[in-house]
Structure formats: C-alpha cells, structure tokens
T-cell receptor
C-alpha cells in the first residue's frame, strides 16, 4: 500500500534560522510530488512541485526552495526563515496512472517562526 | 494563484440533516477530487470523479461531476458530529499541467 510521511510534525524556529522539512513516499514509483502551505483557516497554496528526480517547479517566489534527491523524497528548505513562513506545510503525491490521478496528502508539519 | 469558487464558506447544521456544497470553475476539468481536513491534519481524499455526469458515493457521501465539466457538488446525508471539518474540492485541468486547483474550503459544524 502507498503511504506518505512528513517530519517533523511540529517545529518552532527563530527568525533567520535555516529550515529543512522532509517528505517521503512509499509503495509507488515515479510519483509527482508537491509542497503546499496552508495559513490558519485558509486554503492551500502550492509552493513547489516535481515530476522527477532533480526536477523542481516553483509556483511562488519566496525564500523557500525545494529539492528531490531521490525518486520518493522531497525536501523543503530555507536558508533564513521569516516570520511570514509560519504555517502548516503539506506534502502530497500523485501516482501517474494516465487519466486517473488522485492526489494524496501527508500529515503535515506545523511550523512556527518566532 | 487560481482557485475554485467553493460555497458555502461555512455552515452550521443540526445532527441528522443533509448537507450540500459545491465548486464552480471558469475552466474545464478532467478530474474532481473532494477532501476532508480535520484540525491539525492533512486533507483526506473522500471521492474522486473522472467523467462528466459521474455520480459516486462513499458511505453517506455522494459527489457528482457536472455535465459542463466546470462544477461538482458533494452531499452528506444524515450528518453526524464527526462530519465536522473543512471540506475542499480540487480540480485537475484538462491538459498541460501537473497542478491541481483547490477550492477555498467549506467549514462544516454540526450541532448535536
């Protein structure tokens, strides 16, 4: 069966510190991977997506970056966090099954920047 | 970024009542997905729709892919307290993108 993991579950970081959030997927090969951010009580904002190793598409210019070093690993990073980076970060994947693609989400990481 | 128009934004209902929410778009979609999100958790996929006119059920939930391919609705019958949460729709455009477009969510509160 397919599963998606995110860690850490919660994180409190000072302004200006670096960030690394990790997402891994099990049970599927060559998934499309996505990073979203969700502000409190708000919808989902797509940050990055990847269709293969080393392939990253950025949706929103900001001080975050993403990398995909392995097929089923997706990392969200920052060199220096801002207060506005606080939020709930969600990783998601889709399997490539032609026209029948469903997107599944991980449990999320709650980031608080102080 | 682009978002779907999802309504209502929030609703309070009595336990046992039926609930209906919908999403509309100016673009044609080839896939509609409906999710439920509990506080502090990731969205969970409830129903996936792939064909115009398709009607799919999952327990007390029923969703339909609009004939025009620009809308979808989700119905919940005989609501119970655990139906509380935020419901999101998501659409996948017909071609040329790997991105999903998400609705702004419907916050459901059930009064016992």
């Amino acid at each position: 069966s397919q599963t998606i993991h995110q860690w850490p579950a919660t994180l409190v970081q000072p302004v200006g510190s670096p960030l690394s959030l990790e997402c891994t997927v099990e049970g599927t090969s060559n998934p499309n991977l996505y990073w979203y951010r969700q502000a409190a009580g708000r919808g989902l904002q797509l940050l990055f997506y990847s269709v293969g190793i080393g392939q990253i598409s950025s949706e929103v210019p900001q001080n975050l970056s993403a990398s995909r070093p392995q097929d089923r690993q997706f990392i969200l990073s920052s060199k220096k966090l801002l207060l506005s980076d606080s939020g709930f970060y969600l990783c998601a994947y889709t399997t490539n099954r032609g026209s029948y693609n469903e997107q599944f989400f991980g449990p999320g990481t709650r980031l608080t920047v102080l | 970024g682009q978002q779907l128009n999802q309504s209502p934004q929030s609703m309070f209902i009595q336990e046992g009542e039926d609930v209906s929410m919908n999403c509309t778009s100016s673009s044609i979609f080839n896939t509609w997905l409906w999710y439920k999100q509990d506080p502090g958790e990731g969205p969970v996929l409830l129903i996936a729709l792939y064909k115009a006119g398709e009607l799919t059920s999952n327990g007390r939930l029923t969703a339909q892919f609009g004939i025009t391919r620009k809308d979808s609705f989700l119905n919940i019958s005989a609501s119970i307290p655990s139906d509380v949460g935020i419901y999101f729709c998501a659409g996948h455009p017909t071609s040329g993108t790997y991105k999903y477009i998400f609705g702004t969510g419907t916050r459901l509160k059930v009064l016992a």
